[in-house]
T-cell receptor, first 111, second 112 residues
Framework: GENVEQHPSTLSVQEGDSAVIKCTYS??????FPWYKQELGKRPQLIID?????GEKKDQRIAVTLNKTAKHFSLHITETQPEDSAVYFC??????????FGTGTSLTVIP | SAVISQKPSRDICQRGTSLTIQCQVD?????MFWYRQQPGQSLTLIAT?????????ESGFVIDKFPISRPNLTFSTLTVSNMSPEDSSIYLC?????????FGQGTRLTVV
């Protein structure tokens, strides 16, 4: 099955700085890569996604890049704010439509 | 997006007992998924539940421990059987929307 790795596990940045989280996946058949934000005690919520036929996607302060050849994708958050503090999960959707998640990154934005 | 209702939201159970978690969706979906999220950990896929067929389990999960029902296209249950403290976790049901996964609010299970 699919194996998704995520780094770093924890990340602290000063407010206004950028944060980058990286993921790799193993199954070349995976074709969709969402990113989820999970606040304490809440369910994961989709923040951005990218399909396998696209190399980059941006939505305001959030961007995602995908390198299919290398099987890695990254989340970029610019101008970070304290409310960006949460746990972020990358995921890959396998050919059978199951989602496999990375191990998570706990992001802390220091005011 | 679909509305996913999951219950119970939390429970404290004695070891050796079983708990059945229910997941109701407000629209018909072909596939439903069950995940486990242990404290401070990621979401681990337990199984995929298709209506009218047996669930497909991921490596490390077996039907005897986590039996799943899928009687129709809007409902599924996950049972955690013969519980031990190691089963203490959050269990989430999930469906796929147009592309992304949506989640129920989760069931926080504590086994004592």
């Amino acid at each position: 099955g699919e194996n998704v790795e995520q780094h770093p596990s924890t990340l602290s940045v000063q407010e206004g700085d950028s944060a980058v989280i990286k993921c790799t996946y193993s199954d070349s058949a995976s074709n969709y890569f969402p990113w989820y934000k999970q606040e304490l005690g809440k369910r994961p919520q989709l923040i951005i996604d990218i399909r396998s036929n696209v190399g980059e996607k941006k939505d305001q302060r959030i961007a995602v890049t995908l390198n299919k050849t290398a099987k890695h994708f990254s989340l970029h958050i610019t101008e970070t704010q304290p409310e960006d503090s949460a746990v972020y999960f990358c995921a890959a959707r396998a050919a059978g439509n199951q989602f496999y998640f990375g191990t998570g990154t706990s992001l802390t934005v220091i005011p | 997006s679909a509305v996913i209702s999951q219950k119970p939201s939390r429970d404290i159970c004695q070891r050796g007992t079983s708990l059945t978690i229910q997941c109701q969706v407000d629209s018909q979906v072909t596939m439903m998924f069950w995940y486990r999220q242990q404290p401070g950990q990621s979401l681990t896929l337990i199984a995929t539940a298709n209506q009218g067929s047996e669930a497909t389990y991921e490596s490390g999960f077996v039907i005897d421990k986590f039996p799943i029902s899928r009687p129709n296209l809007t409902f599924s249950t996950l049972t955690v059987s013969n519980m031990s403290p190691e089963d203490s976790s959050i269990y989430l049901c999930s469906i796929q929307g147009i592309a992304e996964a949506f989640f129920g609010q989760g069931t926080r299970l504590t086994v004592v």
